[in-house]
């Protein structure tokens, strides 16, 4: 599901706003932790923006950008 939430959002960014590359990166960026996610053994957290947030961090294994933020709220809030 949330696999298919970033997937929309990539396209939505690439056609509307090419260029905002800051937030194209930021997508991209998620779109990459959350393929690390084995989501048969993992639950996603997607009713809330700051255990996302941290999930996403601990995989990153640093503090989320602003953009990335941004995108995790877009994402808990996209229906």
Do not use: G, Y
């Amino acid at each position: 599901m949330i696999q298919t939430k970033i997937l929309f959002i990539e396209q939505d960014v690439e056609r509307n706003s090419p260029e905002n590359s800051e937030l194209l990166v930021a997508v991209r960026s998620i779109k990459k932790l959350l393929n690390q996610i084995d989501f048969q053994a993992e639950v996603v957290p997607l009713e809330s923006t700051k255990k996302l947030s941290n999930l996403l961090e601990s995989l990153k294994n640093e503090p989320l950008s602003n953009s990335e933020r941004l995108l995790v709220k877009k994402l808990v809030k996209f229906k």
